[in-house]
C-alpha cells in the first residue's frame, strides 16, 4: 500500500490561478502590461508550487485533503497520486507555453481570454487532483462550461456555432456521466480513488456492470473524442483562437482520457475489466477512431481543421494503449498523453503563427512558407515527424511503447493499425512540409518575417520537447519515469 | 406567535405611505428572528407544539411545527426578507403611488397567511391561510392595474377559486367521515377502515386542488401569465413561495393526514401517488419545452417554475427516502434560485425595461453583478455541480435507483438537458454577444436591488457546497415519514 500525507497544498496551488481575475480586470485596460504580468505570473507560480510535489510523487506517496462533505458520503476531497501529479504538472507545463504565446496573439478580449484561461487551469488541476469521481465530476463538469467563452472568443458566426455544438456534445455528455455516476455510487457504495477497482463483481450483477462502464465510456468519450462521438472537436479546434486549440488538443481533450482511465483503474480495475470483456470492443472502436480519423484528415484542407482531426486519433492511441491491459501498452497509452500534447500543441501554435502572419488557413496557400517563416515552419516539420513516429522524436516512443503492449496481451494485429496510423499521418503531414519549403517561389526569401518572441520562444520550446523526449527518454522528472511509477503500481 | 404582529403591521402604513417599507421590513425581520430562534428547539426535540387559548388538540386549535413546517418557514422568512428589501426601490417604478401601502399591506399578509400555512395543524386552519394567500396573491398579480395585469389576475382567481372550492369540500367530506378538524387525530381516525369510500374521494379532491395551486401538469395554465405580468418581487414570491404552498399540501395531505401504511387505504394512495408522479414527469419535460420557445424572460422563467415544480414533487411522490430528500432539498434550491432569477428580471426592467431575450445583448458587460447572479442561479437550475439544484438532481436520481424507476432517471436527466437550453441561451445573449459599447462604463442597479438579489444566488452555491446543514434532518424526516 502506498503512504498517504495529509496536505493542503493541492487548494492552494487550485486557488493561485484565480490570482490573475483581479488583475486582469482591474488593470485590462488602464495598465494591459500588468495585467499580463500578473496572468503570467500566476501560470508560472503554479507550475513552480506543483513542481514542489515531485518527490512524493517519485515515492509514490499520496497526499490527500478532505474539503468538505457535500452530502452524507459524497465528498469534495483531493488525492495526488503519482498519477494525478503527472497530469498536473503536464497540463501546467502546455498552460504555460501557451499563456505566454497567447500574449502575442490575443489581442482582441484580453480581459475575459485571461480569467477563462486561468480558471479553466484551476479547473483541469481540480480534476486532475480529485480524489473519488464526484470531485472529478464537478471540476469536469466545471471545465467543460468555462470552456466554452474560450472557444467562441472571437465571436464570430463561425465560433458561435462551433461553440453551440461544444455546448449541446458536452452537457449531454455531463448528464450522461452523472448517469454513470449515481448508478457506480448506487450500486458500489463509494465514489472513492484507492488505487484499485471499487466494483466488485461479487456483488454487482455483470450486465449492471456493463451498463455503467458503457455509459462512463459515452460520457467520457466526448471529451476524449471517440468515434462517432468526435463531433464537436473538428469544428471547435478552428473556431477557437490558437492558444486555445492548443489547449484543447493538448489538455482538454486528455482530461475526457484522464476521466476514462480513472474509471479504468480506480472503479473497475484491470483485472474485473479483463473478466468483463469489455477490452477487445474498446480496442476495435479505438483502430476505427485512429484510422478513419486520420482518413478524414487527408481530405481536410483547411489546417486547424486537419491538425483537428488529428487529435481525434492521435487521443484513441491513449485508450488503445490502456485497454490492451498490459503494462507496456499501459505505459504507451499514458505517454501518449504527455507526447501528444507537445506535438500537437506545437502544431497548433505553429497555425496560430501562419495565422496571425499571413491570415492563411487553407493549406493549398501555403506554398512557400516555410521561407517567410523558417523557424516556425521549422518547429512545424519536427513536431510532424514527432507525429508520425519518426525515431529519435517522442512520437517513436509512444508506439514503440504501444507496439510492445500488443505484443505482451498476445493481440500483435494491433502494430497494424499502429502502422497503418503512421502511414496515413504521413500522408496528411509530409504535403504541408513540402509545401512549405520545396513549392514555393524563391523570392518569398526576402519577405522573410519572423513573428515576435512571445510566440516564438513557446513554439521553440515545444519543438524541443519533442526531440528531448524522444532521446532522453529515461531521465527522471521526464514522463517516463512517472509514468512507470503509476504502472508498477497497478500491475 | 408572529402572526398576529405581522399582520397588524400595515394599518399603521395606510395613512403614513412612507413609513410603510421600513414598517414592514421591521415586522418581517422580527418575525423572522422568532422563527429562526427555533431552529434549535424543533431539531432538539422534533416538534413545538402550541394550543391556541389552552384548548387541546382535537376540539382547539394547534400550531404544530414539525420539521417540514419548519422548513417551509425558514425558507419563507428569508427569501421574503430579501424580496421585502428588493421592492423598497422597485415597486416605486412599477405601480401607482397611491397603491404603495396596499401593496405592502398585501406583502404582509400573503407572508404571514404562508407562515400559517406551514405551521398549522388544523385542516380548517389549513383552509383558510390558504385562501389568504391565494385572494392576497390575485391582489398582488393584479396590483399593477393594467389590463393584461387583470386579466392575467383573473385567469389565475378562476382556477385558483375552483381549487380552493374543492379543498373546501374535501375538508367537509373528512369532518363529515371523521368528526375532527385536526390533522393528526383525522390521521388516527382514519386508520379505523369505516371511512374508507368518503376518505379516498377527500384524498383525490385534495390532491387535484392542490396539484392546481401548484401549477403540476396539465393545471399549470394560470402560471405563466400571472408569473411573469406580475411585478417582479411578486413574481418571485409567487415563484418561490406560494407556489410551494401548493407542494406542502400536497405533502400534508399525502404524509401528515393520510400516511403511507394505511392498510385500507394503500391502494388508492399508491396510485394517486404515482399519478402525480407521472403528471410531475410530464411538468418537466413539458415545461421546460414552453420554456425553450419563449421570448420573453419572465414568461420562460415561469415556465422554468412548471418543470422545477415537476422535481420537487416528484422527488417526494418516489416514495422512497433519497427520492424524498431530493424533493424537498429542490424546494430550497429553487426557491432561492427562481427569486433570483426574477429578481435579475426585474432589474433589467426597472434599468432598462428589457422583456425580451434578444434584446439583452451584452448587457453581462455593463451590468456584471447583475448578469452574474443571473449566471450563477441558472446554473443552480440546471443542476450544475457544486450547486444546490444539483445535490437536489443527484438525491432524486437516487431515489429512481432505489425504487427502480428507470423511466424517470431519463425524464430527469433529460429535464436537467432541456433546462440547460434555455438558461444557457440567456446567459449567452447576456455575456457574449454585442459589441462592448465604448464609453458605457458600469451601470448597475441600486443597492437594495442588488443585495438581495446577489444573496440569493450565491445561496444556490452555498447550499450546493454545504448541503450536509440540510441533508441529514431531510434524510430523517423522509425516513420518519416514510416508515422505512
Redesign the interface.
Same mark, same amino acid.
Request: glycine residues 8%; positive net charge.
Given at each position: 500500500m502506498s503512504k498517504i500525507v495529509h496536505s493542503v497544498l493541492p487548494a492552494i496551488i487550485m486557488a493561485v490561478p484565480w490570482l490573475a481575475i483581479p488583475g486582469a480586470v482591474l488593470w485590462g485596460k488602464k495598465r494591459p502590461g500588468a495585467a499580463k504580468a500578473v496572468y503570467v505570473g500566476c501560470t508560472a507560480a503554479t507550475f513552480l508550487l506543483i513542481t514542489t510535489m515531485y518527490p512524493r510523487a517519485m515515492d509514490g506517496v499520496v497526499s490527500v485533503q478532505h474539503l468538505v462533505e457535500v452530502a452524507p458520503g459524497i465528498n469534495l476531497a483531493f488525492r495526488v497520486d503519482t498519477l494525478g501529479f503527472y497530469f498536473a504538472i503536464l497540463l501546467s507545463v502546455i498552460w504555460l507555453l501557451t499563456t505566454v504565446y497567447s500574449l502575442g496573439y490575443i489581442r482582441t478580449r484580453e480581459t475575459r481570454y485571461y480569467c477563462f484561461t486561468a480558471i479553466n487551469l484551476s479547473f483541469c488541476l481540480g480534476v486532475a487532483f480529485s480524489a473519488n469521481m464526484f470531485t472529478l465530476f464537478v471540476f469536469y463538469e466545471l471545465m467543460s462550461l468555462f470552456t466554452y467563452p474560450l472557444i467562441i472568443h472571437e465571436e464570430t458566426e463561425i465560433a458561435r456555432r462551433a461553440g453551440l455544438k461544444y455546448l449541446v456534445y458536452t452537457i449531454t455528455a455531463g448528464a450522461v456521466i452523472l448517469a454513470a455516476l449515481i448508478m457506480q455510487y448506487y450500486y458500489g457504495g463509494t465514489l472513492s480513488f484507492l488505487g484499485h477497482g471499487t466494483l466488485n463483481s461479487e456483488t454487482i450483477s455483470k450486465p449492471v456492470l456493463l451498463i455503467i462502464f458503457s455509459v462512463y465510456m459515452l460520457g467520457f468519450g466526448v471529451k476524449a473524442c471517440i468515434m462517432p462521438l468526435h463531433g464537436w472537436v473538428p469544428d471547435a479546434h478552428p473556431a477557437a483562437p490558437s492558444p486555445t486549440s492548443a489547449l484543447l488538443s493538448g489538455v482538454i481533450l486528455k482530461v475526457g482520457a484522464f476521466g476514462i482511465i480513472r474509471v479504468l483503474f480506480d472503479v473497475f480495475g484491470i483485472k474485473l475489466l479483463g473478466d468483463l470483456g469489455v477490452a477487445l470492443p474498446m480496442l476495435w472502436v479505438a483502430s476505427f477512431t485512429i484510422i478513419v480519423a486520420s482518413l478524414f484528415a487527408i481530405t481536410q484542407n483547411d489546417l486547424k481543421r486537419r491538425l483537428a482531426y488529428s487529435s481525434v486519433a492521435q487521443v484513441s492511441y491513449i485508450i488503445l494503449g490502456l485497454f490492451l491491459l498490459s503494462p507496456d501498452g499501459a505505459i504507451g497509452g499514458l505517454l501518449q498523453i504527455a507526447h501528444h500534447a507537445f506535438m500537437k500543441g506545437t502544431l497548433f501554435l505553429c497555425a496560430g503563427i501562419i495565422i496571425h502572419e499571413t491570415g492563411k488557413r487553407d493549406i493549398r496557400e501555403m506554398n512557400g512558407i516555410g521561407s517567410k517563416l523558417p523557424i516556425t515552419m521549422l518547429a512545424f516539420s519536427v513536431a510532424a515527424l514527432g507525429m508520425m513516429g519518426t525515431p529519435l522524436t517522442c512520437g517513436f516512443i509512444t508506439k514503440w511503447e504501444l507496439g510492445l503492449g500488443s505484443i505482451q496481451a498476445h493481440r500483435p494485429y494491433f502494430i497494424a493499425v499502429l502502422l497503418l496510423s503512421a502511414l496515413l499521418n504521413a500522408v496528411y503531414f509530409l504535403p504541408i512540409i513540402y509545401i512549405a519549403f520545396f513549392k514555393g517561389d524563391p523570392m518569398d526569401k526576402l519577405l522573410k518575417h519572423e513573428t515576435s518572441r512571445t510566440m516564438m520562444v513557446p513554439v521553440i520550446i515545444g519543438a524541443a520537447f519533442v526531440v528531448i523526449l524522444g532521446i532522453f527518454v529515461t531521465v527522471p522528472g521526464l514522463p517516463y519515469s512517472l509514468v512507470k511509477i503509476v504502472v508498477k503500481a497497478l500491475f | 406567535m408572529p402572526l398576529a404582529f405581522a399582520a397588524l403591521c400595515p394599518i399603521w402604513g395606510m395613512w403614513r405611505r412612507k413609513a410603510c417599507f421600513p414598517w414592514s421590513l421591521l415586522g418581517v425581520a422580527i418575525t423572522s428572528f422568532l422563527v429562526w430562534s427555533l431552529i434549535g428547539k424543533v431539531n432538539a426535540s422534533k416538534v413545538v407544539a402550541y394550543n391556541v387559548s389552552g384548548w387541546r388538540p382535537p376540539w382547539g386549535i394547534q400550531i404544530r411545527i414539525d420539521y417540514m413546517g419548519l422548513l417551509m418557514a425558514c425558507l419563507i422568512t428569508g427569501v421574503g426578507l430579501m424580496l421585502l428589501i428588493y421592492s423598497w426601490r422597485y415597486i416605486v417604478s412599477e405601480i401607482k403611488e397611491e397603491r404603495i401601502p396596499y401593496y405592502y399591506t398585501l406583502y404582509l399578509l400573503i407572508f404571514t397567511a404562508m407562515l400559517g400555512f406551514s405551521i398549522t395543524s388544523d385542516l380548517f386552519n389549513f383552509f383558510v391561510f390558504m385562501e389568504i394567500f391565494s385572494i392576497t396573491s390575485y391582489a398582488l398579480v393584479a396590483i399593477s392595474g393594467e389590463r393584461m395585469a387583470l386579466r392575467a389576475a383573473f385567469k389565475y382567481l378562476l382556477m385558483g377559486a375552483i381549487s380552493s372550492l374543492t379543498v373546501l369540500f374535501a375538508i367537509a367530506f373528512l369532518y363529515s367521515a371523521t368528526g375532527s378538524l385536526n390533522m393528526l387525530d383525522i390521521s388516527s381516525r382514519l386508520k379505523s377502515t369505516a371511512y374508507l369510500p368518503v376518505a379516498s374521494v377527500a384524498l383525490i379532491l385534495f390532491i387535484a386542488a392542490f396539484a392546481v395551486k401548484s401549477a403540476l401538469f396539465p393545471v399549470h395554465v394560470w402560471l405563466p401569465d400571472a408569473h411573469s405580468i406580475a411585478p417582479s418581487p411578486v413574481s418571485a414570491l409567487l415563484s418561490a413561495l406560494v407556489i410551494k404552498m401548493g407542494v406542502l399540501g400536497i405533502f400534508r395531505i399525502l404524509f401528515t393526514v393520510y400516511g403511507h401504511s394505511f392498510s385500507g387505504l394503500s391502494s388508492t394512495w399508491n396510485s394517486i401517488a404515482g399519478v402525480v408522479a407521472w403528471a410531475a414527469a410530464l411538468s418537466i419535460i413539458l415545461g421546460s419545452v414552453m420554456a425553450i420557445i419563449q421570448r420573453d424572460l419572465k414568461i420562460m422563467i415561469a415556465y422554468s417554475s412548471v418543470s422545477q415544480i415537476g422535481y420537487i414533487l416528484l422527488g417526494i411522490t418516489l416514495i422512497s427516502t433519497r427520492g424524498m430528500a431530493g424533493g424537498l432539498y429542490n424546494i430550497v434550491a429553487h426557491a432561492m434560485g427562481k427569486a433570483c432569477l426574477f429578481l435579475v428580471a426585474g432589474i433589467f426592467i426597472y434599468k432598462h425595461g428589457l422583456r425580451r431575450i434578444e434584446n439583452l445583448r451584452g448587457i453581462g458587460r455593463t451590468m456584471p453583478v447583475t448578469a452574474g447572479a443571473f449566471a450563477l442561479a441558472a #446554473?443552480s437550475i440546471v443542476g450544475? +455541480? +457544486?450547486s444546490a439544484g444539483f445535490?437536489a438532481?443527484?438525491?432524486i *436520481?437516487?431515489g429512481c435507483?432505489?425504487e427502480g424507476q428507470y423511466a424517470f432517471?431519463i425524464v430527469v #436527466? *433529460?429535464g436537467? *438537458?432541456l433546462s %440547460?437550453v434555455y438558461c444557457?441561451r440567456v446567459v449567452y445573449y447576456m455575456? /457574449?454577444?454585442g459589441a462592448g459599447r465604448p464609453g458605457v462604463g458600469l451601470d448597475e442597479a441600486p443597492f437594495t436591488m442588488l443585495a438581495p438579489t446577489a444573496i440569493l444566488s450565491v445561496g444556490t452555491l452555498f447550499f450546493?457546497? /454545504? %448541503?450536509?446543514l440540510l #441533508? +441529514?434532518s431531510l434524510?430523517n424526516a423522509a425516513r420518519v415519514l416514510l416508515l422505512k
Amino acid at each position: 500500500m502506498s503512504k498517504i500525507v495529509h496536505s493542503v497544498l493541492p487548494a492552494i496551488i487550485m486557488a493561485v490561478p484565480w490570482l490573475a481575475i483581479p488583475g486582469a480586470v482591474l488593470w485590462g485596460k488602464k495598465r494591459p502590461g500588468a495585467a499580463k504580468a500578473v496572468y503570467v505570473g500566476c501560470t508560472a507560480a503554479t507550475f513552480l508550487l506543483i513542481t514542489t510535489m515531485y518527490p512524493r510523487a517519485m515515492d509514490g506517496v499520496v497526499s490527500v485533503q478532505h474539503l468538505v462533505e457535500v452530502a452524507p458520503g459524497i465528498n469534495l476531497a483531493f488525492r495526488v497520486d503519482t498519477l494525478g501529479f503527472y497530469f498536473a504538472i503536464l497540463l501546467s507545463v502546455i498552460w504555460l507555453l501557451t499563456t505566454v504565446y497567447s500574449l502575442g496573439y490575443i489581442r482582441t478580449r484580453e480581459t475575459r481570454y485571461y480569467c477563462f484561461t486561468a480558471i479553466n487551469l484551476s479547473f483541469c488541476l481540480g480534476v486532475a487532483f480529485s480524489a473519488n469521481m464526484f470531485t472529478l465530476f464537478v471540476f469536469y463538469e466545471l471545465m467543460s462550461l468555462f470552456t466554452y467563452p474560450l472557444i467562441i472568443h472571437e465571436e464570430t458566426e463561425i465560433a458561435r456555432r462551433a461553440g453551440l455544438k461544444y455546448l449541446v456534445y458536452t452537457i449531454t455528455a455531463g448528464a450522461v456521466i452523472l448517469a454513470a455516476l449515481i448508478m457506480q455510487y448506487y450500486y458500489g457504495g463509494t465514489l472513492s480513488f484507492l488505487g484499485h477497482g471499487t466494483l466488485n463483481s461479487e456483488t454487482i450483477s455483470k450486465p449492471v456492470l456493463l451498463i455503467i462502464f458503457s455509459v462512463y465510456m459515452l460520457g467520457f468519450g466526448v471529451k476524449a473524442c471517440i468515434m462517432p462521438l468526435h463531433g464537436w472537436v473538428p469544428d471547435a479546434h478552428p473556431a477557437a483562437p490558437s492558444p486555445t486549440s492548443a489547449l484543447l488538443s493538448g489538455v482538454i481533450l486528455k482530461v475526457g482520457a484522464f476521466g476514462i482511465i480513472r474509471v479504468l483503474f480506480d472503479v473497475f480495475g484491470i483485472k474485473l475489466l479483463g473478466d468483463l470483456g469489455v477490452a477487445l470492443p474498446m480496442l476495435w472502436v479505438a483502430s476505427f477512431t485512429i484510422i478513419v480519423a486520420s482518413l478524414f484528415a487527408i481530405t481536410q484542407n483547411d489546417l486547424k481543421r486537419r491538425l483537428a482531426y488529428s487529435s481525434v486519433a492521435q487521443v484513441s492511441y491513449i485508450i488503445l494503449g490502456l485497454f490492451l491491459l498490459s503494462p507496456d501498452g499501459a505505459i504507451g497509452g499514458l505517454l501518449q498523453i504527455a507526447h501528444h500534447a507537445f506535438m500537437k500543441g506545437t502544431l497548433f501554435l505553429c497555425a496560430g503563427i501562419i495565422i496571425h502572419e499571413t491570415g492563411k488557413r487553407d493549406i493549398r496557400e501555403m506554398n512557400g512558407i516555410g521561407s517567410k517563416l523558417p523557424i516556425t515552419m521549422l518547429a512545424f516539420s519536427v513536431a510532424a515527424l514527432g507525429m508520425m513516429g519518426t525515431p529519435l522524436t517522442c512520437g517513436f516512443i509512444t508506439k514503440w511503447e504501444l507496439g510492445l503492449g500488443s505484443i505482451q496481451a498476445h493481440r500483435p494485429y494491433f502494430i497494424a493499425v499502429l502502422l497503418l496510423s503512421a502511414l496515413l499521418n504521413a500522408v496528411y503531414f509530409l504535403p504541408i512540409i513540402y509545401i512549405a519549403f520545396f513549392k514555393g517561389d524563391p523570392m518569398d526569401k526576402l519577405l522573410k518575417h519572423e513573428t515576435s518572441r512571445t510566440m516564438m520562444v513557446p513554439v521553440i520550446i515545444g519543438a524541443a520537447f519533442v526531440v528531448i523526449l524522444g532521446i532522453f527518454v529515461t531521465v527522471p522528472g521526464l514522463p517516463y519515469s512517472l509514468v512507470k511509477i503509476v504502472v508498477k503500481a497497478l500491475f | 406567535m408572529p402572526l398576529a404582529f405581522a399582520a397588524l403591521c400595515p394599518i399603521w402604513g395606510m395613512w403614513r405611505r412612507k413609513a410603510c417599507f421600513p414598517w414592514s421590513l421591521l415586522g418581517v425581520a422580527i418575525t423572522s428572528f422568532l422563527v429562526w430562534s427555533l431552529i434549535g428547539k424543533v431539531n432538539a426535540s422534533k416538534v413545538v407544539a402550541y394550543n391556541v387559548s389552552g384548548w387541546r388538540p382535537p376540539w382547539g386549535i394547534q400550531i404544530r411545527i414539525d420539521y417540514m413546517g419548519l422548513l417551509m418557514a425558514c425558507l419563507i422568512t428569508g427569501v421574503g426578507l430579501m424580496l421585502l428589501i428588493y421592492s423598497w426601490r422597485y415597486i416605486v417604478s412599477e405601480i401607482k403611488e397611491e397603491r404603495i401601502p396596499y401593496y405592502y399591506t398585501l406583502y404582509l399578509l400573503i407572508f404571514t397567511a404562508m407562515l400559517g400555512f406551514s405551521i398549522t395543524s388544523d385542516l380548517f386552519n389549513f383552509f383558510v391561510f390558504m385562501e389568504i394567500f391565494s385572494i392576497t396573491s390575485y391582489a398582488l398579480v393584479a396590483i399593477s392595474g393594467e389590463r393584461m395585469a387583470l386579466r392575467a389576475a383573473f385567469k389565475y382567481l378562476l382556477m385558483g377559486a375552483i381549487s380552493s372550492l374543492t379543498v373546501l369540500f374535501a375538508i367537509a367530506f373528512l369532518y363529515s367521515a371523521t368528526g375532527s378538524l385536526n390533522m393528526l387525530d383525522i390521521s388516527s381516525r382514519l386508520k379505523s377502515t369505516a371511512y374508507l369510500p368518503v376518505a379516498s374521494v377527500a384524498l383525490i379532491l385534495f390532491i387535484a386542488a392542490f396539484a392546481v395551486k401548484s401549477a403540476l401538469f396539465p393545471v399549470h395554465v394560470w402560471l405563466p401569465d400571472a408569473h411573469s405580468i406580475a411585478p417582479s418581487p411578486v413574481s418571485a414570491l409567487l415563484s418561490a413561495l406560494v407556489i410551494k404552498m401548493g407542494v406542502l399540501g400536497i405533502f400534508r395531505i399525502l404524509f401528515t393526514v393520510y400516511g403511507h401504511s394505511f392498510s385500507g387505504l394503500s391502494s388508492t394512495w399508491n396510485s394517486i401517488a404515482g399519478v402525480v408522479a407521472w403528471a410531475a414527469a410530464l411538468s418537466i419535460i413539458l415545461g421546460s419545452v414552453m420554456a425553450i420557445i419563449q421570448r420573453d424572460l419572465k414568461i420562460m422563467i415561469a415556465y422554468s417554475s412548471v418543470s422545477q415544480i415537476g422535481y420537487i414533487l416528484l422527488g417526494i411522490t418516489l416514495i422512497s427516502t433519497r427520492g424524498m430528500a431530493g424533493g424537498l432539498y429542490n424546494i430550497v434550491a429553487h426557491a432561492m434560485g427562481k427569486a433570483c432569477l426574477f429578481l435579475v428580471a426585474g432589474i433589467f426592467i426597472y434599468k432598462h425595461g428589457l422583456r425580451r431575450i434578444e434584446n439583452l445583448r451584452g448587457i453581462g458587460r455593463t451590468m456584471p453583478v447583475t448578469a452574474g447572479a443571473f449566471a450563477l442561479a441558472a #446554473l443552480s437550475i440546471v443542476g450544475v +455541480p +457544486p450547486s444546490a439544484g444539483f445535490v437536489a438532481k443527484w438525491y432524486i *436520481l437516487w431515489g429512481c435507483f432505489q425504487e427502480g424507476q428507470y423511466a424517470f432517471v431519463i425524464v430527469v #436527466l *433529460l429535464g436537467s *438537458l432541456l433546462s %440547460a437550453v434555455y438558461c444557457f441561451r440567456v446567459v449567452y445573449y447576456m455575456f /457574449f454577444t454585442g459589441a462592448g459599447r465604448p464609453g458605457v462604463g458600469l451601470d448597475e442597479a441600486p443597492f437594495t436591488m442588488l443585495a438581495p438579489t446577489a444573496i440569493l444566488s450565491v445561496g444556490t452555491l452555498f447550499f450546493g457546497i /454545504f %448541503a450536509t446543514l440540510l #441533508l +441529514p434532518s431531510l434524510n430523517n424526516a423522509a425516513r420518519v415519514l416514510l416508515l422505512k
